[in-house]
């Protein structure tokens, strides 16, 4: 009986994960990170999805801009007869339709009479729109709630000169700031006033107000207008069907359609002759047709209007676009019928309840591995279904319920299945001193815990050292003898680390990689690590001295090996496979450690460091001596690096070695102040003091003769790009 009831007990716990699953992600569904982040999901799919084709579209953009603002005469606000003249124009010119997206809810400030003529000419035509609005404000009266709505209108002269309907142009932005749907208008005092758009296609398609649905919030799912079928995102709005970024519609500046030859502009003024960019036989915009039979939007695009919206192509701040643009997506999306539809909200919580439930007996029934395998693959799929759909059907789907659904899910089903594998399983104590170091393996103990894979960012100085030439001694040698040597040689050498707190890292063949100030903590691990090296310098002359009593052949007792050192970040841990792995570093200033051991034969010398090495060693003693090699870029590296040799300990210096390293670092400073003759004085004299065939002198030589027949740039800043490792 134990099992049965052990067996459904743990059923139910898979149907609590997967409901718990549901109802958590449901509910964060509503939280506004989650809403904002499904909004830019949308505008991502527009961003895929990629500019639409207007070529044919009726909408003409008319910009109040900072453009028009420097040519006319009047800075803005302007004289309203600027506007007179534009309606003039325009209706010369053909519009079938012009709409005015700035509320003149203020007198001209100059001359009423202005107000008059802008009037006239509305009447006149009778095919302009003027803006306005209607605010809803709340106020507190008797601890309730009072509506009270403040409408924005036209002054009444415009208002009663012009025969047609105020249109209202608030737009309504989604949480986020940006706008994506567009309201039908609003019903205020018994009548009903529609959005600019919409007032826009009726008096362009001559529809009566008979024929156009009143503004109620009702389940029918689309909205009458005319013979336009408008789907509904909500009661009392659709979707923006945006077919584009900013400039997709024609934009014109003001000031291009009122410069008739009856009107100077700036420009004009101060050239001394007519351009007339709206009446010129040749160029205007009267000859080209630009707005016969065209519907002409006017708004503005100036900064100082601040009438600006971020919407999908144009949502990150500044990239917001001028509000007009607004109206005219609004307008073709009408137009065309190119609607955007809503997946159904039942669906999704029915694809984020199979997904919960799917997770849960994957994991349980078969592995963990095969439930995170599932949840990867339903979320790439619900990802690529969501722009499937819309590409192919305009239809927004909302991913984040069922995102959530799958990551809820997972993770507890994931700690559930830890917390039985903790609960099975006795803890387990490997031989970790077979993969890691001592003094990790006393750490580990001490603080209870197992060693995991991972690593952690220390600063410390990387250490590597090979033996020079070492493919030939396998040549000369039988391999027991090969392995007697080397064992001596890396005894020998690794006993120094360690003495100098260093941690052996591994062994490659005859190579030593260590580090020092890892795993435990070493203030002065630079200086170590340098008084490391000269110290296996000098325990290996002293190994040749031995080899040499003992009957080696010469190449043995000539054995030599090159050391490079690097200070700096490092990553050091457990690095490896989940069942064995070592404690070890990566990272690139220890790449740099092993540019500085190979690079050092290109100076012909056996200890090199960087100048970081260099400067955090001299902070605790100056036991080193150093001199400057070179300013260089290694092969694989972008940028340069001061690299130096350790010459020795102080007690090992002679008096010859001092005077050569003195001449030699005159010279340096001459060639990098790019006085040839002089460095390569310096040099040659240094190169008789040297204690190698191959030496810095020597190089600097061949180098400093080479940029005296080819100099180089005055600004050089003494950089050499080593060419190989």
Same mark, same amino acid.
């Given at each position: 009986?134990?099992?049965?009831?052990?067996?459904?007990?743990?059923?139910?716990?898979?149907?609590?994960?997967?409901?718990?699953?549901?109802?958590?992600?449901?509910?964060?569904?509503?939280?506004?990170?989650?809403?904002?982040?499904?909004?830019?999901?949308?505008?991502?799919?527009?961003?895929?999805?990629?500019?639409?084709?207007?070529?044919?579209?009726?909408?003409?953009?008319?910009?109040?801009?900072?453009?028009?603002?420097?040519?006319?005469?009047?800075?803005?606000?302007?004289?309203?007869?600027?506007?007179?003249?534009?309606?003039?124009?325009?209706?010369?010119?053909?519009?079938?339709?012009?709409?005015?997206?700035?509320?003149?809810?203020?007198?001209?400030?100059?001359?009423?009479?202005?107000?008059?003529?802008?009037?006239?000419?509305?009447?006149?035509?009778?095919?302009?729109?003027?803006?306005?609005?209607?605010?809803?404000?709340?106020?507190?009266?008797?601890?309730?709630?009072?509506?009270?709505?403040?409408?924005?209108?036209?002054?009444?002269?415009?208002?009663?000169?012009?025969?047609?309907?105020?249109?209202?142009?608030?737009?309504?932005?989604?949480?986020?700031?940006?706008?994506?749907?567009?309201?039908?208008?609003?019903?205020?005092?018994?009548?009903?006033?529609?959005?600019?758009?919409?007032?826009?296609?009726?008096?362009?398609?001559?529809?009566?107000?008979?024929?156009?649905?009143?503004?109620?919030?009702?389940?029918?799912?689309?909205?009458?207008?005319?013979?336009?079928?408008?789907?509904?995102?909500?009661?009392?709005?659709?979707?923006?069907?945006?077919?584009?970024?900013?400039?997709?519609?024609?934009?014109?500046?003001?000031?291009?359609?009122?410069?008739?030859?009856?009107?100077?502009?700036?420009?004009?003024?101060?050239?001394?002759?007519?351009?007339?960019?709206?009446?010129?036989?040749?160029?205007?915009?009267?000859?080209?047709?630009?707005?016969?039979?065209?519907?002409?939007?006017?708004?503005?695009?100036?900064?100082?209007?601040?009438?600006?919206?971020?919407?999908?192509?144009?949502?990150?701040?500044?990239?917001?676009?001028?509000?007009?643009?607004?109206?005219?997506?609004? #307008?073709?999306? $009408? +137009?065309? %019928?190119?609607? *955007?539809?809503?997946? =159904?909200? !039942?669906?999704? /919580?029915?694809?984020?309840?199979?997904?919960?439930?799917?997770?849960?007996?994957?994991?349980?029934?078969?592995?963990?591995?095969?439930?995170? #395998?599932?949840? $990867? +693959?339903? %979320?790439?799929? *619900?990802?690529?279904? =969501?722009? !499937?759909?819309? /590409?192919?059907?305009?239809?927004?789907?909302?991913?984040?319920?069922?995102?959530?659904?799958?990551?809820?899910?997972?993770?507890?089903?994931?700690?559930?299945?830890?917390?039985?594998?903790?609960?099975?399983?006795?803890?387990?104590?490997?031989?970790?001193?077979?993969?890691?170091?001592?003094?990790?393996?006393?750490?580990?103990?001490?603080?209870?815990?197992?060693?995991?894979?991972?690593?952690?960012?220390?600063?410390?100085?990387?250490?590597?050292?090979?033996?020079?030439?070492?493919?030939?001694?396998?040549?000369?040698?039988?391999?027991?003898?090969?392995?007697?040597?080397?064992?001596?040689?890396?005894?020998?050498?690794?006993?120094?680390?360690?003495?100098?707190?260093?941690?052996?890292?591994?062994?490659?063949?005859?190579?030593?990689?260590?580090?020092?100030?890892?795993?435990?903590?070493?203030?002065?691990?630079?200086?170590?690590?340098?008084?490391?090296?000269?110290?296996?310098?000098?325990?290996?002359?002293?190994?040749?001295?031995?080899?040499?009593?003992?009957?080696?052949?010469?190449?043995?007792?000539?054995?030599?090996?090159?050391?490079?050192?690097?200070?700096?970040?490092?990553?050091?841990?457990?690095?490896?496979?989940?069942?064995?792995?070592?404690?070890?570093?990566?990272?690139?200033?220890?790449?740099?450690?092993?540019?500085?051991?190979?690079?050092?034969?290109?100076?012909?010398?056996?200890?090199?460091?960087?100048?970081?090495?260099?400067?955090?060693?001299?902070?605790?003693?100056?036991?080193?001596?150093?001199?400057?090699?070179?300013?260089?870029?290694?092969?694989?590296?972008?940028?340069?690096?001061?690299?130096?040799?350790?010459?020795?300990?102080?007690?090992?210096?002679?008096?010859?070695?001092?005077?050569?390293?003195?001449?030699?670092?005159?010279?340096?400073?001459?060639?990098?102040?790019?006085?040839?003759?002089?460095?390569?004085?310096?040099?040659?004299?240094?190169?008789?003091?040297?204690?190698?065939?191959?030496?810095?002198?020597?190089?600097?030589?061949?180098?400093?003769?080479?940029?005296?027949?080819?100099?180089?740039?005055?600004?050089?800043?003494?950089?050499?790009?080593?060419?190989?490792?």
């Amino acid at each position: 009986m134990a099992k049965p009831r052990k067996k459904s007990l743990r059923i139910a716990i898979l149907f609590a994960i997967a409901a718990g699953g549901f109802i958590l992600s449901f509910l964060l569904m509503f939280l506004r990170p989650v809403q904002n982040l499904q909004l830019k999901h949308t505008d991502q799919l527009f961003e895929y999805r990629g500019p639409l084709d207007v070529s044919d579209s009726p909408i003409v953009l008319v910009a109040i801009s900072q453009q028009a603002d420097d040519e006319i005469p009047h800075k803005y606000p302007w004289p309203t007869d600027i506007y007179a003249r534009l309606v003039h124009n325009l209706n010369k010119a053909g519009a079938k339709v012009i709409a005015f997206d700035v509320i003149f809810d203020n007198p001209d400030d100059e001359n009423p009479k202005n107000d008059t003529l802008f009037a006239e000419a509305m009447q006149k035509y009778g095919n302009v729109l003027l803006a306005g609005d209607i605010q809803r404000l709340e106020r507190t009266v008797s601890n309730t709630y009072a509506d009270n709505y403040s409408p924005m209108f036209p002054t009444p002269v415009l208002n009663n000169g012009n025969p047609n309907r105020v249109a209202l142009v608030q737009v309504h932005p989604d949480l986020d700031g940006a706008v994506r749907t567009y309201r039908f208008g609003q019903h205020y005092l018994e009548k009903n006033y529609y959005r600019l758009g919409l007032e826009i296609i009726r008096q362009y398609g001559d529809i009566s107000y008979a024929s156009v649905d009143p503004i109620e919030l009702n389940s029918n799912p689309y909205f009458q207008l005319g013979p336009y079928r408008i789907l509904k995102d909500r009661p009392n709005s659709f979707f923006i069907n945006y077919y584009g970024p900013e400039g997709t519609f024609p934009e014109i500046s003001l000031e291009e359609v009122i410069d008739d030859s009856s009107y100077t502009t700036v420009f004009e003024s101060e050239l001394g002759t007519d351009v007339n960019t709206f009446d010129d036989p040749i160029i205007g915009h009267l000859s080209q047709e630009t707005f016969k039979d065209k519907i002409v939007i006017v708004g503005a695009t100036m900064p100082l209007l601040k009438d600006f919206y971020a919407t999908p192509f144009a949502n990150q701040g500044n990239n917001a676009r001028p509000g007009y643009q607004v109206h005219a997506h609004a #307008i073709q999306t $009408i +137009l065309d %019928g190119n609607y *955007i539809s809503r997946f =159904s909200g !039942w669906y999704t /919580l029915l694809i984020m309840f199979l997904f919960c439930f799917l997770i849960a007996m994957i994991t349980h029934f078969l592995t963990a591995n095969w439930g995170i #395998i599932f949840s $990867i +693959l339903a %979320g790439s799929g *619900i990802y690529s279904l =969501s722009f !499937w759909a819309f /590409l192919n059907y305009n239809t927004i789907m909302v991913i984040t319920g069922p995102l959530l659904a799958i990551i809820i899910t997972q993770i507890g089903m994931v700690s559930y299945e830890y917390y039985l594998e903790l609960k099975e399983k006795r803890r387990i104590k490997g031989m970790f001193s077979s993969y890691v170091s001592p003094e990790l393996v006393n750490q580990m103990v001490e603080s209870g815990e197992e060693p995991q894979l991972g690593g952690e960012e220390t600063y410390m100085t990387a250490f590597f050292s090979d033996i020079v030439s070492f493919s030939t001694f396998s040549e000369q040698l039988e391999a027991k003898e090969l392995v007697k040597l080397i064992n001596e040689y890396l005894t020998a050498m690794t006993n120094i680390l360690n003495d100098r707190g260093g941690t052996l890292d591994k062994y490659i063949g005859d190579a030593i990689v260590s580090f020092f100030g890892s795993p435990v903590y070493l203030a002065d691990h630079a200086y170590q690590a340098c008084v490391a090296s000269q110290l296996m310098h000098r325990e290996l002359y002293e190994l040749r001295k031995k080899w040499e009593k003992d009957g080696w052949p010469d190449i043995v007792v000539n054995m030599q090996h090159r050391i490079g050192m690097n200070t700096g970040n490092m990553v050091t841990g457990n690095m490896g496979s989940a069942r064995r792995f070592n404690y070890t570093m990566m990272g690139d200033n220890v790449n740099l450690a092993a540019r500085c051991e190979s690079g050092a034969k290109q100076y012909g010398v056996f200890t090199m460091v960087t100048e970081s090495t260099k400067q955090e060693a001299q902070k605790y003693g100056d036991e080193c001596v150093f001199r400057l090699l070179d300013n260089i870029v290694v092969k694989g590296k972008t940028k340069p690096v001061k690299v130096y040799e350790i010459v020795g300990l102080q007690d090992d210096i002679s008096e010859q070695t001092q005077e050569c390293i003195a001449l030699y670092e005159e010279g340096m400073e001459h060639y990098f102040t790019q006085n040839w003759d002089t460095a390569l004085q310096k040099f040659h004299a240094s190169k008789k003091l040297e204690r190698y065939e191959i030496n810095p002198s020597g190089i600097f030589i061949e180098r400093t003769e080479l940029m005296k027949s080819d100099p180089p740039e005055k600004d050089w800043n003494g950089v050499f790009i080593m060419k190989s490792k």
